[in-house]
């Protein structure tokens, strides 16, 4: 049975994975913009305490329940909790959240993607500044655009995951992962040579209370959630294909600690590019679309960099959609036992209907009056958030800290005394954390969690 549903070659296959997974848009895209739009300084201060003692703790508890059950996460939590219990709901919920996530992850990535391809046919250099901005605007709006790279990149994922954890998934990820970090350290050198280095290292760096609220903090939280892939099974689903002689601790912590390396760098190469050319850090999401092209279009080297930083967010995008529509092909894999290279196609092809709507979010022209329109009037009028907006704020708010929630709850007040055999015996000399990891995930995760919830309804 274990041997049928694969395993990595080794550890560090499992931590390119792993890492793979982590490391994605939330990386490149998200991370960088938040932190303009929270003031950055003591924003990434507390999201690096949040990574330290929610997301890491997580992270261990979800690659120790599935390298101890060799089983994605249902069938982990049937496992553990002797038969059908209400504790398998969590690995239910996270099936869910990987159709929801990766339906408009999917059009993001196709974005890099058509990037990509414009930085390179075209290139930015003749554009003005406002062609370059309002192209932004015109590739959202554009329903064509939008399904092509959609179906064109879930076809990739599709493909790849359709052969399998080693000679797909693994392959994939020892391939991209390698180019992803030399990318980023060729941006990085560029941006260190650039006049707005020291400017970006100190709005990075520098702690400054005057854009922190209550709701940053928040905003830490949940984003440590998404960018560690946390929450919705992604780590059990990967850590269900580790040997069980691999060691929990080391290996977390190195995913962790790469994630946000890239995180980080991703934003001392963002932000002294947006200063060396004068733009706002606070750009919101259209910082890598908007202000990073037309960046790039008034520097020298523009040419060459603007393509190579495109790629490297496709191929972030890439290694993170491959681990969450695995989440979805497991269950169908080990609980309905559908062959591999169908369940993968069966869900590739839903996942991409189910992102039909999320594509035509921006547009007017398929549906008159406004697609966005109808799913404002359906979803509530009041915050005015559209299909794509809205499936964004339920996975990233609701779906993943609940998970997390669970997951946490789950191992250290159900598990106990198997949680501390199946994930420390192998390594006695980290053997002292153990009571500290069962602290916060006993008391520390559930209070942050709840925090979340009690400001997404407006009562924090
Ligand atoms: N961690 C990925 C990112 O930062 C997103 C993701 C979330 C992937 C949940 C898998 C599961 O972009």
């Known amino acids: ?71 994605s996460p ?95 998934i693994e392959l994939a990820s020892r391939v991209l992962m390698p180019v992803l970090f030399i990318i980023l350290l060729v941006l990085l050198i560029y941006a260190a040579t650039s006049d707005g280095f020291a400017q970006a290292f100190k709005f990075i760096f520098m702690p400054d209370t005057s854009k922190l609220t209550g709701a940053s903090v928040l905003e830490a939280l949940g984003h440590s959630f998404f960018t560690l892939s946390l929450g919705m099974g992604a780590m059990i689903t990967y850590g269900s294909y580790l040997h069980k002689k691999d060691d929990l601790v080391s290996t977390s912590i190195t995913i962790a600690i790469l994630d946000t390396g890239v995180a980080l760098v991703a934003c001392l190469v963002l932000f002294p590019i947006i200063f060396s050319v004068g733009m706002d850090p606070a750009a919101g999401p259209g910082l890598v679309f908007v202000s ?72 007017t022209a398929l549906f008159g009056s406004g697609f966005s329109d109808m799913t404002q009037s359906i979803f509530g009028e ?13 996975a990233s708010n609701w779906m993943l800290p609940l998970g997390g929630l669970g997951i946490a709850v789950f191992v250290a007040w159900r598990m106990g005394d198997k949680a501390r055999e199946e994930g420390f015996k192998t390594s006695n000399h980290l053997g002292k954390m153990y009571w500290g990891w069962v602290f916060l995930l006993r008391y520390i995760v559930p209070i942050g969690v709840l925090a979340v919830f009690l400001h997404a309804i407006g009562i924090i």
Not at 149 to 154: L, S, V
């Open 1 to 71: 049975m274990a041997q049928e549903r694969g395993h990595w070659s080794s550890r560090f296959g499992f931590i390119l994975a792993a890492a793979g997974s982590a490391v994605g848009l939330g990386n490149i895209w998200k991370f960088p913009y938040i932190t303009g739009e929270n003031g950055g300084g003591w924003f990434v201060l507390i999201y690096l305490g949040c990574i330290a003692i929610v997301g890491l703790p997580i992270m261990m508890a979800e690659v120790l329940i599935g390298r101890s059950s060799q089983l």
């Open 74 to 168: 249902v069938g982990a939590f049937r496992k553990f909790s002797h038969g059908g219990s209400p504790w398998m709901g969590i690995g239910w919920l996270g099936v869910l959240a990987a159709f929801v996530i990766l339906s408009y992850y999917s059009i993001v990535a196709g974005w890099a993607m058509h990037y990509t391809w414009l930085s390179v046919s075209s290139g930015f250099a003749e554009m003005e500044t406002d062609a370059i901005g309002a192209l932004f605007g015109s590739v959202y709006e554009n329903p064509w655009i939008n399904i092509g790279w959609h179906a064109a990149f879930m076809a990739i994922t599709i493909a790849i995951v359709a052969k399998g954890v080693h000679g797909g």
């Open 382 to 394: 009041g915050d005015g958030k559209n299909w794509f907006d809205l499936f964004d704020y339920l």
């Open 292 to 363: 990073i092209p037309i960046a790039f279009s008034q520097m020298a080297g523009g040419a060459i960099l603007a393509p190579l930083f495109f790629l490297l967010l496709t191929f972030a995008a890439l290694t993170s959609a491959i681990s969450l529509l695995e989440v979805a092909v497991a269950y169908f894999v080990d609980e309905i036992k559908i062959p591999r290279v169908i369940a993968t196609v069966m869900t590739g092809v839903v996942i991409f209907i189910f992102g039909i709507p999320s594509a035509l979010s921006g547009g």
